[in-house]
């Protein structure tokens, strides 16, 4: 059983940076691998970025490639989602979610988070 905790997000203005932390319980979180998912309003929970259980795979989404970079502290029980260069369309609650494999299929994952809410404002 792994429990997910995020957290880091809030209210900014386009252009700047926040970094989004998932926290995790259990022994066994090294062994699983991490994804970012989000869900704006009125649409549909969307794919961000996966990480592999040992961080040398990761994958993103295009909407944020080259903005957000994901990483994790495997110590710490902690995944990371670095969000350089917000734009207003990145607003939505943010969910991670731990899974035996990466990927970008929300069913891929066993275990998640209730989600941190990010709103960009322009």
């Known amino acids: 059983q792994v429990q997910l905790v995020e957290s880091g997000g809030g209210l900014v203005q386009a252009g700047v940076s926040l970094r989004l932390s998932c926290a995790a319980s259990g022994r066994t979180f090294s062994s699983y691998a991490v994804g970012w998912f989000r869900q704006a309003p009125g649409k549909e929970r969307e794919f961000v970025a996966t990480?592999?259980?040992?961080?040398?795979?990761?994958y993103y989404a295009d909407s944020v490639k080259g903005r957000f970079t994901i990483s994790r502290d495997n110590a710490k029980n902690t995944v990371y989602l670095q969000m350089n260069s917000l734009k207003p369309e990145d607003t939505a609650v943010y969910y991670c979610?731990?899974?035996?494999?990466?990927?970008?299929?929300?069913?891929?994952?066993?275990?998640w988070g209730q989600g941190t809410q990010v709103t960009v404002s322009s």
């Open positions: 990480i592999s259980s040992s961080g040398g795979i990761t």
């Open positions: 979610a731990a899974g035996v494999v990466p990927g970008s299929i929300a069913p891929t994952y066993h275990y």
